[in-house]
């Protein structure tokens, strides 16, 4: 009898243990499941970052234009050909063209004065209005041959400066051969002449 009481004493006791310890385990907090980084290959629309909007580069700035300039000539006497006219604008507006790689150029012939000065006015241009004279008394590299330039400043006409074209060898370019062509080398050398005279008048280089 005894020994049944103990063996009874002893099943009660470890009921008694493993209840307390079921009850020990559930007041316990639950730690939470580490986050895992996402399976590398599968879509998470959760964790997508929205792409920030694309900005279009910016253009780059055009080089801004220089002055806009007319080179005109006046209707020369009988005594001076007329292509000698042409040769000294041409040779001037080729001068412009290779000294300001930006500037606006133009060329106008047979221009009296009072043309040239209200092109200055209308067109907001400077005006190189260029006038060949034969002087008798003179002589010297064009035979008395004279070839004067005035420059009108846009829209009041104003001039701006004024001078003689010489015949001066520009650089890199070789004596011009003996003949009747030689004087009209020389006229497209004054021509040239007048454009670094104006260029140097205007402060044309430092401008844009």
């Not at 002589?139 to 003689?164: C, H, Q, V």
Request: aromatic share 8%; hydrophobic share 35%; proline share 8%.
């Amino acid at each position: 009898m005894r020994h049944h009481l103990k063996i009874l004493a002893i099943v009660l006791a470890c009921g008694f243990l493993l209840g307390a310890s079921a009850l020990a385990q559930s007041g316990r907090k639950q730690k939470k499941a580490e986050t895992q980084p996402p399976p590398q290959g599968v879509n998470q629309p959760e964790t997508r970052t929205v792409a920030e909007p694309e900005v279009a580069p910016e253009k780059p700035k055009e080089k801004e234009k220089g002055p806009e300039i007319l080179v005109s000539t006046a209707m020369t006497d009988f005594e001076i050909p007329s292509f000698y006219a042409d040769a000294a604008r041409e040779g001037c507006t080729n001068e412009f063209r290779r000294e300001l790689k930006v500037i606006g150029l133009n060329q106008e012939r047979n221009q009296h004065r009072s043309d040239a000065m209200k092109a200055a006015k209308d067109n907001e241009t400077y005006v190189v209005w260029i006038e060949l004279t034969y002087n008798r008394m003179g002589g010297g590299a064009m035979n008395g041959l004279d070839i004067r330039y005035t420059i009108f400043e846009p829209k009041t006409a104003r001039i701006a400066g004024s001078g003689y074209g010489y015949p001066t060898q520009p650089y890199g370019m070789p004596v011009p051969p003996l003949g009747a062509s030689r004087d009209q080398v020389y006229v497209d050398w004054a021509g040239r002449d007048i454009a670094q005279q104006v260029i140097k008048k205007l402060n044309l280089r430092s401008r844009p």
